[in-house]
């Protein structure tokens, strides 16, 4: 099989609510999606996406398209996108680190490998370990009263925990939390979520009155590069502690174990490099008995079905629950993934590949560029 056309596709997405973040983040009330459909030889369509937040992944939507348009999708043209670990040599070759970008064309050639074979792509990562998952219910920032309504949405979707967005005001951030232990009550997993928007003195603060509601996760309390300020928390705060933004690549884990910062790995697969790398990261964690909790960023299907196949095979998955329910948030998924979702749970997708359709008309509509290299 070879690559015959690389088409890149630029989108511009609303979500149904605007969602507050962290202090960092800010409210965010669109995501812009690069997606890559790669046209081969024999007929088959390979999908990869990726959904890039400059000020959290350090890549943008933009720069992406840049790298995939003149440097990436070049440089793969005429080759077998099923041999994925050369196609990977190719990529690395040509451009240092990128690891969006990259990743949106490595999500694309494992689809085609899976179609290839006529297999989900799960079974080609060693077979399901699960019928289905556990989700992961999120909620923004807001007032106490947004809160608890939005607390109370997330279990009426039956979904198996909730993360609360904090990194905002920390006594503010505390009686949040504990206003979600009050309308959830006692069982109900909690995880907190900061997303770098605390300083330490503000992140220790905020779990002291955080910790009565008795959550179950902290993650990336503080700034992605102080992973030495992570520990100490991690040390001090005795809840467990995740990281997400600190980890990009594999550089990124290694640093993590090695300074013991975390209990949890945040994999997202889009984030972290794109399937091969996630893995990779996936296989070190679970060597050093840390837990991976499948989260996304505001994604569509196609990255959520990647993230999916992933999970699916992964023995040190996080116990509470996956952040499986992204596409839910936006105004439409360009795919027919959500229909994996049943009451609280993801399905394993039965279809070839990623094992998801992409909707072309859907996709149409929040197309803002296209352009194929070829
Ligand atoms: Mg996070």
Do not use: W
Not at 255 to 279: P, T
């Amino acid at each position: 099989m070879r690559i015959e056309a690389v088409e890149l596709i630029e989108t511009c997405i609303p979500l149904k609510k605007a969602y507050k973040l962290s202090k960092r983040y800010g409210y965010l009330k669109e995501t812009k999606p690069v997606i890559v459909k790669i046209n081969t030889d024999e007929g088959l369509l390979g999908y990869g996406e990726t959904d890039p937040m400059g000020k959290f992944t350090g890549e943008t939507p933009e720069s992406v398209a840049v790298i995939i348009k003149n440097d990436l999708a070049p440089a793969i043209l005429g080759k077998d996108p099923t041999n994925v670990g050369r196609i990977t040599e190719i990529m690395e070759d040509v451009v240092r680190d990128n690891h969006m970008a990259k990743g949106t064309i490595d999500m694309a050639c494992y689809d085609l490998l899976g179609k290839a074979a006529g297999m989900p792509l799960y079974r080609l990562l060693g077979g399901a370990l699960y019928d289905d998952l556990p989700i992961m219910g999120s909620i923004g920032g807001g007032t106490i009263e947004e809160t608890v309504e939005a607390a109370e949405k997330v279990r009426e979707c039956k979904y198996h925990s909730i993360m609360v967005k904090v990194g905002g005001d920390p006594v503010h951030d505390g009686n949040r939390v504990l206003a979600v232990r009050d309308i959830l009550g006692k069982e109900y997993p909690i995880i907190l979520d900061a997303n770098q928007g605390y300083d330490m003195a503000a992140a220790l603060k905020f779990i002291n009155i955080a910790k009565e509601a008795d959550p179950v996760l902290y993650e990336q309390p503080i700034d992605a590069e102080n992973i030495e300020g992570i520990a100490a928390i991690r040390r001090k705060c005795g809840v467990p502690i995740s990281v997400d933004e600190s980890l990009l690549s594999y550089r990124h884990a290694q640093e993590v174990i090695r300074l013991e910062a975390a209990d949890v790995f945040s994999i997202k697969v889009c984030k972290n490099g794109g399937i091969k790398q996630s893995l990779a990261i996936i296989e070190l964690a679970r060597s050093k008995g840390i837990d991976i909790l499948f989260n996304s960023m505001i994604e569509e299907g196609i990255t959520q079905a990647a993230s999916l196949n992933i999970a699916l095979t992964v023995p040190n998955l996080y116990q509470y629950g996956h952040a499986y329910f992204s596409p839910l948030r936006l105004q439409e998924d360009i795919t027919d993934y959500s229909t994996n979702i049943v009451d609280g749970r993801v399905r394993a997708p039965q279809a070839p590949g990623l094992g998801i359709k992409v909707l072309d008309d859907v996709l149409e509509r929040y197309t803002i560029r296209r352009s194929i290299i070829q």
